[in-house]
């Protein structure tokens, strides 16, 4: 059973940068689609960027793309969400997810969080001065 541990939140200055982890354990995160969600207070839960196992291609939202990277070394069985120019809008529990291969783009399936079967407990980011 696929397993994910999340790691790396904290708390930020805006402008600053964090690198969050997640860390598989019982089969190999790159036979799967990894996704990064955050959830805000008070809000639903959305994907930030997303990862497709087939060919390593990438989505990130509007918000993200251009200060987000998602990335995953597989030698380390490891996922990483490299998010620079943090504002206030960034903070949440920010979760990482893993689907099967899925018939869909990778945009679309940043949004389709019902289909990621397995998630991690979540780490918390906040931005604030």
């Known amino acids: 059973q696929l397993q994910l541990v999340e790691s790396g939140g904290g708390l930020v200055q805006p402008g600053g940068s964090l690198r969050l982890s997640c860390a598989a354990s019982?089969?190999?995160?790159?036979?799967?689609?990894i996704g990064w969600f955050r959830q805000a207070p008070g809000k639903e839960r959305e994907g930030v960027s997303c990862?497709?196992?087939?060919?390593?291609?990438?989505y990130y939202t509007d918000s993200a793309k251009g200060r987000f990277t998602i990335s995953r070394d597989n030698a380390k069985n490891t996922v990483y969400l490299q998010m620079n120019t943090l504002t206030p809008e960034d903070t949440g529990v920010y979760y990482c997810a893993a689907a099967g291969p899925l018939p869909y783009t990778v945009q679309a399936m940043c949004t389709m969080r019902g289909k990621f079967a397995s998630w991690g407990q979540g780490t918390q980011v906040t931005v604030s001065s």
């Open positions: 019982g089969l190999y995160l790159d036979l799967y689609a």
């Open positions: 990862i497709r196992s087939s060919d390593g291609s990438t």
